[in-house]
């Protein structure tokens, strides 16, 4: 098993390129997330999905969109990238047990993103 | 607003020093509590998760616990690859799977 796999690993964009990062996992886990990571800040949540073609919006969902067709992938789009969204996006995937839907997250090796 | 803080932002201890860091969350209705390690340079990986108040887990040299406003995460005669930081996080009522986490600490470990 793979695990969680993200695609690229490092990437650098002029301001108002657009790209996507693939994520994918191979353990058939219904949720999936999208999270930057920036110094100092912590994890924020920018978008997640509980199940193929459902998606959500998390902390900091503006100038991101998502997309899950397929129950193993999870793209994370940057329609006009900015300086701002300078930083390193981790995937994770999660699952759901009959007991509780609240369990461990298992996360990709990130993507490095530098936006000049 | 729901918050999540920890501290202290970073730590060294000399190999065999007990201590404990601090998670304290401010939120409406708690449902978990997580805690993740994260080396340099790669994502997080899960240790324990914390259900309701009173709550204990333990692996190795790790024990995580649970109240009501905060947990704790205590380390018991760490050694150098206890060298990390290490994340906490929660998931609320009525918010789904938007989990909130913690900036972290920074621990470091001297042999």
């Known amino acids: 098993n793979a695990g969680v796999t993200q695609t690229p690993k490092f990437r650098v964009l002029k301001t108002g390129q657009s790209m996507t990062l693939l994520c994918a996992q191979d353990m058939n886990h219904e949720y999936m997330y999208w999270y930057r990571q920036d110094p100092g800040m912590g994890l924020r949540l920018i978008h997640y999905s509980v199940g193929e073609g459902t998606t959500a919006k998390g902390e900091v969902p503006d100038g991101y969109n998502v997309s899950r067709l397929k129950k193993q992938n999870f793209l994370l789009g940057l329609e006009s990238a900015a300086p701002s969204q300078t930083s390193v996006y981790f995937c994770a995937s999660s699952y759901r047990t009959v007991r509780d839907p609240y369990n461990e997250q298992f996360f990709g090796p990130g993507t490095r993103l530098t936006v000049l | 607003e729901d918050q999540v803080t920890q501290s202290p932002e970073a730590l060294r201890l000399q190999e065999g020093e007990s201590s404990s860091l601090n998670c304290s969350y401010t939120?409406?209705?708690?449902?978990?509590l997580f805690w993740y390690r994260q080396d340099p340079g790669k994502g997080p990986e899960f240790l324990f998760t914390?259900?309701?108040a009173g709550e204990e887990k333990e692996k190795e040299r790790l024990k995580a616990t649970l109240t009501k406003k905060e947990s704790f995460l205590h380390i018991t005669a760490p050694k150098p690859e206890d060298s990390a930081t290490y994340l906490c996080?929660?998931?609320?009522?009525?918010?789904?799977?938007?989990?909130?986490f913690g900036p972290g600490t920074r621990l470091s470990v001297l042999p």
């Open positions: 939120v409406s209705g708690l449902r978990g």
């Open positions: 914390l259900y309701s």
């Open positions: 996080a929660v998931v609320r009522v009525n918010y789904g799977q938007n989990f909130v």
